[in-house]
Antibody
Framework: EVQLLESGGGLVQPGGSLRLSCAAS????????MSWVRQAPGKGLEWVSA????????YYADSVKGRFTISRDNSKNTLYLQMNSLRAEDTAVYYC???????????????WGQGTMVTVSS | DIQMTQSPSTLSASVGDRVTITCRAS??????LAWYQQKPGKAPKLLIY???SLESGVPSRFSGSGSGTEFTLTISSLQPDDFATYYC???????????FGQGTKVEIK
């Protein structure tokens, strides 16, 4: 079964850091681009960041550029999001999502994790 | 920057109704558009990709159309399980702008 499982969320103070992980199973992880998408409480979906299958290309929304870093370890089938200089407006459920087609960098997302909550508050 | 605009924001309908949701892109995205359904507390579910291709396992009452800048999602006969929020997403480029539409909540009339 194709599955994504996020972890690492929690409560952090403004200015703090957090690292999210997304463990993938059931598919050839290195063949697919992966993304992080977040959803603030009661709000819509916001694409945050994406990374190609090889990890050689990365993309960020303006709202997180310079503060967040996406990476992947294909030997461990795991996606990461390092979040620094966190702000109250970063409070959201963070989902990892898998690209639909192999080797496409920009794609629809056919598999989503269950999400992990990040709360930035003092 | 590509901006995605969905309408309406909320839609009240009855079981059996035909429902149409519109998504507009601020510039051409060819057919690189997806539709998702999200229920409260759950992750989004892919319904349609490449504007009109039905994802495996999705009921045939869902259909998508359009290209360029204007797209529609149609539910031919609304079922009780379809009351949810629907989002469009452009994947023509990783634009700094709004990749997802704002969402359309389909409510029971």
């Amino acid at each position: 079964e194709v599955q994504l499982l996020e972890s690492g969320g929690g409560l952090v103070q403004p200015g703090g850091s957090l690292r999210l992980s997304c463990a993938a199973s059931g598919f050839t992880f290195s063949s697919y681009a992966m993304s992080w998408v977040r959803q603030a409480p009661g709000k819509g979906l916001e694409w945050v960041s994406a990374i190609s299958g090889s990890g050689g290309s990365t993309y960020y929304a303006d709202s997180v550029k310079g503060r967040f870093t996406i990476s992947r370890d294909n030997s461990k089938n795991t996606l990461y999001l390092q979040m620094n200089s966190l702000r109250a407006e970063d409070t959201a459920v963070y989902y990892c999502a898998k690209g639909l087609i192999q080797k496409r960098t920009r794609d629809a997302f056919d598999i989503w994790g269950q999400g992990t909550m990040v709360t930035v508050s003092s | 920057d590509i901006q995605m605009t969905q309408s309406p924001s909320t839609l009240s309908a009855s079981v059996g109704d035909r429902v149409t949701i519109t998504c507009r892109a601020s510039q051409s995205i060819s057919s690189w558009l997806a539709w998702y359904q999200q229920k409260p507390g759950k992750a989004p579910k892919l319904l349609i990709y490449k504007a009109s291709s039905l994802e495996s396992g999705v009921p045939s009452r869902f259909s998508g159309s359009g290209s360029g800048t204007e797209f529609t999602l149609t539910i031919s006969s609304l079922q009780p399980d379809d009351f949810a929020t629907y989002y469009c997403q452009q994947y023509n480029s990783y634009s700094p702008g709004r990749t997802f539409g704002q969402g359309t909540k389909v409510e029971i009339k």
